[in-house]
């Protein structure tokens, strides 16, 4: 069994990755054209794109001159194990302790809390049927 051990995502390389993900893959161009403005310079777009080459979180295909990037990074991946430290770094590992805090610190509505308890009854009976 391989273990991969993600390197955390700074704020601006999170976002950065967020429109990669978008965008599938794109050029330079392509991932400033997805910021908002006032759109951050090239340069600096560039040294972040080459921060997540060296954290293995993006690769690129050459074009000519040009690089077409992509992401290496699986979006559901990343936000997992996101999750899995925010778990054990808050929740001391505990689902049930997350889950107590989720439902009873937030204002989540009657519809929004019944939405919630008809997607873990579905992973219920799935993990049911697999047994």
């Known amino acids: 069994m391989t273990i ?5 995502l700074s704020e601006k ?6 429109h990669l993900w978008n965008i599938k893959k794109g050029y330079l161009k392509d991932i400033v054209d997805q910021f908002e403005e006032p759109k951050p310079a090239y340069t600096t777009i560039s040294t972040l ?6 954290k293995k979180h993006v690769g690129f295909k050459m074009n000519g001159r040009d690089k077409e990037y992509y992401p290496l990074l ?4 990343y ?20 889950a107590s805090f989720f439902t009873e610190n937030t204002d989540l509505s009657i519809e929004q809390l019944e939405e919630l308890q ?4 579905r ?9």
Do not use: C, G
């Not at 899995?84 to 770094?89: D, F, L, T």
């Open 4 to 8: 991969i051990v993600m390197k955390n």
């Open 13 to 18: 390389e999170l976002q950065l990755m967020n």
């Open 49 to 54: 794109i080459n921060r997540l080459i060296t």
């Open 74 to 77: 699986k979006k559901p991946a």
């Open 79 to 98: 936000f997992s194990s996101e999750f899995k430290k925010m778990i054990s770094n808050y929740f001391e590992n505990s689902t049930a302790q997350f």
């Open 118 to 121: 008809s997607m873990v009854n």
């Open 123 to 131: 992973q219920i009976e799935k993990k049911n049927k697999k047994s």
